[in-house]
């Protein structure tokens, strides 16, 4: 009993300090991403919480920013396909990367991938929420400001994501570009592939059903 107790605070206290490790990674993208795999400063757990803090904000966002920045209409949004527009490109992102990096000698796992991402995305809920309560207090001339820093946190997140590739794969520069750009194109090349898969399931189902309505008919 008091090994299993020892462990948990163990536990707790890693997933802690692999949770602050994400705001040394923002800012020391180079060797934060470095140590986050090849010394195993980041946690699944971790990479998790940061992914659940961007949907909740991106949530957030919808109820709380000020109308003069974001209108919604809540009769037309379904919020499960508004989170899903956020999980697919993810799953997509981290599926391709390490698909197209194991052919060409990357150095990082699957799990590796994804939890690197996450960490990438620190920023959004950084800048993000604090935005949300300032576009309450702020007039329409002052929207420039606001969709500069907003933009920012897309940047800087995105600018993370390539960097944490390439330090996790270990590549160049020039090669970790050339792959970032390949992964795009691979999700692209997904996306089609499940459109004509989905199309054909739903032909298939479309046959069946119109196939059971005429024996139904005819008997």
């Not at 948990?8 to 470095?34: M, N, Q, R």
């Not at 949530?59 to 974001?70: A, E, G, V, W």
């Not at 991402?117 to 702020?138: E, G, K, R």
């Not at 499940?194 to 059971?212: E, P």
Request: hydrophobic share 55%; net charge neutral.
């Amino acid at each position: 009993m008091i090994v299993s107790t020892t462990k948990e605070k163990f536990d707790w206290a890693k997933y802690k300090d692999s949770l602050k490790f994400s705001l040394y990674c923002i800012t020391h993208p180079l060797d934060g991403f470095w140590d986050l795999t090849h010394e195993k400063r980041g946690t699944i757990a971790a990479a998790n919480t940061i992914l659940a803090l961007t949907l909740l904000i991106r949530i957030m966002k919808l109820r709380y920013t000020s109308f003069i920045f974001m209108q919604v209409y809540w009769e037309d949004l379904n919020i499960f396909l508004y989170l899903a527009s956020i999980l697919f490109p993810l799953a997509l992102w981290v599926v391709g990367n390490w698909g197209l990096t194991t052919l060409f000698d990357g150095k990082g796992r699957l799990d590796q991938v994804y939890m690197a991402t996450c960490y990438a995305l620190t920023p959004y809920p950084l800048i993000q929420f604090p935005l949300m309560v300032f576009s309450n207090f702020v007039t329409v001339d002052e929207a420039e400001f606001y969709s500069v820093v907003s933009a920012l946190s897309l940047f800087w997140a995105a600018m993370l994501v390539i960097a944490a590739m390439g330090q996790i794969h270990e590549y160049s520069a020039k090669k970790n570009i050339l792959f970032t750009v390949a992964t795009l194109f691979a999700m692209l090349v997904m996306i089609f592939i499940l459109m004509i898969f989905f199309s054909m399931i739903s032909q298939g189902v479309a046959y069946f059903i119109s196939l059971a309505k005429e024996l139904m008919f005819r008997i």
